[in-house]
């Protein structure tokens, strides 16, 4: 980063680099979920559902990437192993994926950690506005992805009866 970019963030980089970790945590997290339950889901409700959550597996990596360059951009440091990845995000993703033919069940999973990942980001814009405004555009951007995959998932629960 140049010399502006580094004293506009200098103060305060390295609380905002931990909050850049978490989410790049929690993403991949996702990510996970996302695709391991697109490839369980073979029964025939399952795969109507299974395209968006591999859709949306793919769509994270992009997140997960911008998060990424954001952390080295300020000087920070990506997990070295995915035990750490597990570890900043175990306060917040769920422990186990519902049994394969439960549509209904991955549906309302899912919606419960977009849910919780629109309240962390919510709290990850608060502390960056007008602190980091770099950091802050990424967060409300991952935001209002995220608002718009809730009412998505909303949508699909409903369709699917649940
Ligand atoms: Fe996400
Ligand atoms: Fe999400």
Not at 2 to 19: C, H, M, Q
Request: with cysteine; aromatic share 12%.
């Amino acid at each position: 980063m140049g010399e502006r970019g580094k004293e506009i963030t200098a103060e305060k980089a390295e609380k905002v680099v931990e909050s850049l970790r978490a989410m790049f945590a929690y993403e991949w997290l996702e990510i996970y979920y996302f695709l391991t339950a697109s490839w369980r889901m073979t029964d025939f409700a399952g795969k109507r559902v299974a395209k968006f959550f591999r859709e949306e597996g793919l769509q994270d990596l992009k997140s997960v990437e911008k998060i990424a360059k954001r952390i080295l951009e300020l000087g920070g440091e990506l997990p070295l192993n995915f035990d750490e990845v597990v570890s900043i995000a175990s306060q917040h993703y769920p422990h186990n994926l519902p049994e394969r033919d439960n549509t209904i069940g991955h549906l309302e999973q899912i919606l419960k950690f977009e849910r919780q990942e629109i309240a962390f980001l919510q709290s990850l814009c608060s502390e960056t506005f007008g602190k980091d405004d770099v950091s802050f555009m990424l967060f409300s951007e991952l935001l209002q992805d995220e608002v718009g995959d809730e009412h998505k998932w909303q949508q699909l629960l409903k369709k699917e009866g649940g």
